[in-house]
């Protein structure tokens, strides 16, 4: 099976503070639900500090407050993930991901556990223990990998083996849409101008006759203002000849 990526705007994912990776990864979150957002935002509706974002648990909450989704927050307690909290968190990461959600991660990693990119990548890790949150975007349910989205280190988006960010997550948690319950994907979004998409609830039927003077916008206004017209004119001729 080939890659599942959820769409995303990839100029977000770096944050802006170095102590914002938790609302950077809920900016990316939002952003795959058609929600924009702010990190600054986001950094007040989370109570972040320079001493970074409490806890998984909050993210959770405003997931829920704003997406709406029912995200829930899984912890993996200890200093390994047990085989059963991998494959866990492996349904977890496909349920999320085919509803289209992402997984934000809490994690907690050494230099001897640094994320190490699937397909050559190299994520810049350095400094010792790294406290940190990112945003899990897309999986490929064959290769057991999954597309992480790091606002804190270049590259920014590297592929990881599940098994090794279920480890990275040890004694921390994450978030994600239950595996138990189907979630509808994002609607699609409307790219017409906001004066094209008026006209569109205006003039249900085929014809599209416009029946007013209102200001002109598009190139679509200006079609159906001389179809509107001819029309209304039509009609005039047609009353008159009754």
Same mark, same amino acid.
């Given at each position: 099976?080939?890659d ?42 989370l109570?972040?500090?320079r ?6 648990? &909050? @993210?959770? $909450?405003?997931?829920? *407050? ?8 899984? +912890?993996?307690?200890?200093n390994? =993930? ?10 977890d ?21 640094y ?24 999986c ?6 999954? &597309? @992480?989205? $790091?606002?804190?280190? *270049?590259p ?7 098994? +090794?960010?279920?480890?990275?997550? =040890? ?7 239950p595996?138990e ?28 006759y ?7 916008d ?25």
């Amino acid at each position: 099976m080939p890659d599942i990526v959820l769409p995303h705007n990839v100029s977000i994912i770096p944050q802006e503070t170095s102590y914002w990776c938790g609302p950077a990864s809920c900016q990316v979150a939002f952003d795959i639900r058609g929600i924009n957002s702010t990190e600054a935002d986001l950094a007040r509706q989370l109570g972040t500090t320079r001493n970074g974002t409490s806890h998984i648990g &909050l @993210i959770t $909450d405003l997931l829920n *407050r704003n997406v709406p989704a029912d995200y829930i927050t899984r +912890q993996i307690p200890g200093n390994d =993930a047990t085989q059963a909290q991998k494959d866990l968190l492996w349904r977890d990461v496909q349920a999320s991901i085919l509803g289209g959600y992402a997984v934000i991660c809490n994690v907690m990693v050494p230099p001897s556990n640094y994320p190490r990119g699937t397909r050559g990548e190299k994520p810049a890790y350095a400094g010792g223990m790294v406290y940190h949150y990112f945003t899990v975007v897309g999986c490929n349910p064959d290769t057991r990998e999954v &597309l @992480i989205a $790091d606002s804190g280190f *270049r590259p920014f988006e590297y592929w990881m083996s599940v098994d +090794q960010l279920a480890s990275c997550i =040890a004694g921390k948690g994450y978030t994600a849409t239950p595996n138990e319950k189907p979630i509808q994907p994002a609607p699609p979004v409307d790219t017409r101008s906001p004066a094209d998409i008026e006209l569109s609830k205006r003039f249900q039927s085929r014809s599209k006759y416009r029946s007013n003077d209102d200001a002109i916008d598009t190139l679509g206004g200006f079609i159906l203002n001389i179809d509107g017209r001819i029309h209304e004119r039509a009609v005039e001729r047609q009353r008159g000849e009754q």
